[in-house]
């Protein structure tokens, strides 16, 4: 089984909302490879979708095993935790994102969010305010990290996976117009609208 190739079909099932055909995928792929957080982090977009939000936490769970310092696993698990509607926990793990990451926009965003649903206003807009910094610093700088299609297939080799996910994670807030459509996604509940 060539496993970029599988999560590479996986995505345009999911991205064509055929979430059970995704799921096939990824399980079978998983068989192979049952420690790539990648893949377990797909999976667990594939239960948020079929509803199965606690099956998505424990997915996250065992990816933020996996890669303890990685904070994009951090900030997905985070907002499984804000839609199971434990707001104290997506907190504490927006912050540990932010730790790992201190220029992560999109979780200085959340984590704003959520702060201010909590009525925590002083700290909401302590972080509101530092994503419009981390935005408009790295435009100024022109940090510009373009994704290519080639990337996407390359994220499962377990060698290369870290540099080109890094690449996903800055280039969605480092260009405004993926950032702004990584909201939007993350406010669709993980559904892209067309």
């Not at 790539?36 to 997915?59: C, D, M, P, Q, T």
């Not at 804000?82 to 994102?97: F, N, P, R, S």
Request: proline share 3%; with cysteine; hydrophobic share 35%.
């Amino acid at each position: 089984m060539d496993i970029a190739k599988t999560w590479e079909e996986a995505q345009n099932y999911i991205k064509e909302s055929k979430f059970e055909k995704a799921k096939v995928l990824l399980d079978g792929a998983l068989e192979i490879e049952p420690k790539n957080a990648n893949l377990i982090s797909e999976r667990a977009v594939v239960y948020f979708h079929l509803g199965e939000k606690e099956k998505a936490l424990k997915e996250l769970d065992y990816c933020v095993l996996l890669e303890p310092q990685n904070p994009y696993r951090y900030s997905s698990r985070a907002y499984v935790k804000a839609a199971l509607k434990d707001i104290d926990g997506a907190i504490v793990d927006y912050e540990k994102c932010i730790q790992i990451d201190p220029l992560d926009a999109i979780a200085y965003n959340n984590l704003g969010l959520l702060l201010e649903s909590q009525g925590r206003m002083k700290m909401a807009k302590k972080n509101f305010d530092r994503a419009d910094e981390l935005e408009g610093v790295l435009k100024e700088r022109g940090i510009d990290l373009p994704m290519e299609e080639e990337n996407n297939k390359e994220v499962l080799n377990e060698e290369s996976s870290k540099g080109n996910t890094w690449s996903i994670i800055r280039g969605t807030f480092t260009d405004k117009n993926m950032f702004k459509e990584y909201i939007q996604f993350l406010k669709n509940g993980f559904r892209i609208k067309k």
